[in-house]
């Protein structure tokens, strides 16, 4: 269980903390019902009913005509790319500030990754940067296949902006929405504007099928490929035939029912990240040195998968290790943000656009505590240990 007791430093039992985790999976109870009907009705092979029903759901949720359901967010990305034509040599625009699940899949595909740095204002993919970035390559002969912004922790990208960018130099948008169901721009939800979106039911995110992802799109060819393809490509035939290379990429039927009962609450899900936003937000509103991944206006809306906050040691006198440290003193998890693409041995060559604003935020970011699951009482615990950080070094 998540949220079990565990020892910390000293013994007794007034001693005995549970451990608050950054974001754990958090069920709603209609999960075991849907599972059940699995397991009564033998579907527990990869096929069956409950796939069909959690893609329509997902569908309707998104405002998308077409979804496959995946093992993995990875999953869906790499054959997004396969469906785009994406060869080896051939480049993709991506987000530096990101989880390495978003590049990996270029590689598997021989492709170089062109990273992009964020705006400040979300910290996701500058729609300048980008411009410039395809400018540059095209210079080189280069024009990129695929672009991929990222809705970092949960916070939506402008994609009218980096629309405009991507029409006009004629590229297809993969949108990286892993961290962001339910969240939206302009009214219109994260992962349904690009060419092809991507969703994780990863254990840590707002909603869980253990393991699991998604493909989203309106080009019903498309998603009907990801089907063949996520089903090792077996043609239509008395007999195993395999015209091409296939994967074994389907979301079982099992982790499907866990899934529709997860979008039974994913609404509560996105009301209660944001309480827990708002807890954070306020307890340090007019807290010098402190500042919140926040929604700049009303075109966004965060499903605020993770609070994130940036602290500036100059103006705290403590630094964001500080922090993390105190809070792990006390059976707390937080997490420093996402170390930068460009700043990874494994990526450190790819051509990168940079203006440092990722690099800044990895230096001075902090995701703090945010599953569903905690109480307000235990939000505001978080802030009195983090205050205590303050009071010691002043």
Known sequence: ???????????????????????????GGEEIKYVKEAFDQNWIAPVGPNIGRFEQELASYLGVKHV?????????????????????????IASSLTFAATINPVVYMGGVPILVDSEPGSWNMSPTLLETAIKDRIKYGKRPKAIMPVHIYGMPANMTKIL???????????????????????????????????????????????????????????????????????????????SEIGYNYRLSNVLAGIGLGQMEVLDNRVKRKREIYNIYKKQFADFEGIEFLSESDDSYFSNFWLTCITVDPLKCGVTREDIR???????????????????????????????????????YGLCLPSGTAMSDEDCLNVCRIILSCFKVIH
């Open 164 to 242: 405009e960018v991507a029409n006009r130099y004629d590229i297809p948008v993969i949108e990286d929405a892993a961290e962001a169901l339910g969240s939206s721009f302009k009214n219109k939800k994260a992962g349904s504007f690009g060419k092809l979106g991507i969703l994780s039911f990863n254990g840590n995110k707002i909603i869980t099928t253990s393991g699991g992802g998604a493909l989203v799109s309106n080009d019903e060819q498309l998603i009907a490929k990801a089907r063949f393809l996520s089903t090792q490509a077996r043609d239509d035939a008395s007999f195993y035939q395999h």
């Open 325 to 363: 440290l105190a809070l792990e003193k006390e059976n707390i998890e937080s997490r420093a943000t996402w170390k930068p693409m460009h700043q990874q041995p494994v990526f450190a060559s790819c051509p990168a656009y940079l203006d440092g604003t990722s690099d800044r935020i990895f230096e």
């Open 68 to 92: 496959a359901a995946l093992s993995s967010g990875s999953a869906a990305i790499h054959l997004a790319l396969i469906l785009l034509g994406i060869q080896r040599g051939d480049e993709v």
């Open 1 to 27: 269980m998540c949220f079990g007791i565990h020892p910390v430093k000293y013994l007794g039992m007034e001693n005995m903390r549970k451990r608050i985790y950054l974001s754990c999976p958090h069920m």
